[in-house]
């Protein structure tokens, strides 16, 4: 797939409705894709830690403390992909 | 009966009863009146202009003052009132003091660094979580739409939290950039502070790179430790607004409302519970451990 298809598919959007079209698909995919790494993220971290726990009991509070400081930087992401999103839909007027 | 028709019964009658919802109530179509962004529009209350600068007092200038108030005014209160023998709300406070001096500022930054800058953090800490938290509380802020109370026309309760505006984390986020960089420049000198971002142990030309990424990644920073915050509390408060009867008024079913609720509910505790003293525990954290980077010695 060569750039100029981008061009073309850029002046397809010359009317109301496609456009809007195109921005809601814009939100949708984005958004939605963008939860997809954080989602195996998240799970990974939590396997982590119940690996940990169970090899290591008496670590479990300091480990806990460690997955919640986890945990929030990787559902950043989620928010990342959703920022964007709506920068895409909102601000391509 | 056996377990099978139990689980059976239990899924298919609120099924049937959503459906039999919809049949008696229909839909009412697309609602185009109902503009959820409104929710997050801010009104002049007090208008303040200087020149083209917008210094109103508006429902985000309340709310800050209103976490302001109760970070400073709880605090005073519990800190005069303390006793050898602690009570539950002492005992609480004290176990947030102890996560905020030992476990975020202590365990992110050398003995000095925590003393010096634990004020800071504590603050913050305190800070982002009323803020996060007052925005869960319904509070009498719609002036767009008031309601009749014996008489008197009092603005309709709404959810709002100032750290869902961009501005609110975004002012926090450069103090704490700005705060960590001058750490730095003051614990290394500026080109000694600069040569710390490329690790001990690269060769020549691999620095330069090196050099830029890091460049980057600590403007990227600046983006990072805002959106963070702002995205989560935003889109809890979207979540909690959609679900609870946004989507319903929305789409005009009345039949999705019942089951739309309980989501509405079950994500309300989760933001609560959870998204809200999360959020300001990583931002408080997060800075701690820039600070602490940001003098610490090679390794």
């Known amino acids: ?93 | 009966m056996n377990k099978r028709v139990a689980i059976g019964l239990g899924v298919l009658t609120p099924m049937i009863f959503l459906i039999l919802l919809y049949v008696i109530f229909g839909s009412e179509g697309q609602n185009t009146e109902y503009k959820p962004q409104n929710e997050f529009q801010l009104d002049d209350w007090i208008p303040i202009h200087l020149g083209s600068l917008n210094l109103s007092v508006n429902k985000a200038v309340l709310y800050l003052v209103l976490a302001a108030g109760l970070t400073i005014g709880s605090m005073l209160y519990v800190a005069r009132r303390m006793k050898q023998r602690p009570n539950r709300v002492q005992t609480a406070v004290e176990s947030a003091y102890q996560l905020m001096r030992d476990n975020i500022a202590g365990g992110n930054m050398d003995a000095a660094m925590a003393k010096k800058w634990f004020p800071f953090i504590g603050t913050l800490f305190l800070f982002i979580w009323w803020s996060n938290m007052i925005g869960y509380i319904p509070l009498p802020t719609n002036t767009h739409e008031k309601f009749d109370l014996f008489g008197a026309k009092i603005p309709s309760f709404a959810l709002y939290a100032a750290t869902a505006n961009i501005a609110v984390p975004l002012t926090l986020t450069l103090v704490v950039w700005f705060a960590y960089h001058f750490e730095g420049i003051r614990a290394k000198g500026p080109i000694g502070y600069l040569k710390s971002w490329v690790p001990a142990g690269v060769e020549g030309p691999a620095a330069g790179p090196i050099f830029v990424i890091e460049v980057i990644s600590h403007f990227v920073r600046i983006i990072s430790l805002s959106v963070r915050l702002f995205a989560n509390i935003l889109a809890g408060h979207l979540l909690i607004l959609f679900m609870a009867g946004g989507l319903v008024v929305l789409l005009g079913l009345a039949a999705l409302g019942p089951l739309t609720l309980l989501m509405g509910v079950a994500f309300f505790l989760f933001e609560v519970g959870l998204v809200a003293t999360l959020q300001a525990f990583i931002f408080a954290t997060l800075t701690a451990i820039y600070l602490g980077g940001a003098v610490a010695e090679e390794h």
Not at chain 1, 18 to 44: D, E, F, H, N, S
């Open chain 1, 1 to 93: 797939m060569d750039l100029d298809s981008i061009g073309i598919l850029a002046q397809a959007a010359s009317d109301e409705a496609t456009a809007k079209g195109l921005r809601a698909i814009a939100l949708g995919v984005g958004a939605g894709l963008g939860t997809v790494g954080p989602g195996v993220g998240v799970g990974y971290i939590f396997g982590k830690v119940i690996e940990s726990v169970t090899r290591q009991p008496e670590m479990r509070d300091e480990i806990t403390s460690i997955q919640w400081l986890g945990f929030a930087l990787t559902e950043a992401i989620v928010f990342y992909a959703f920022i964007f999103g709506l920068i895409a839909f909102f601000l391509s007027a």
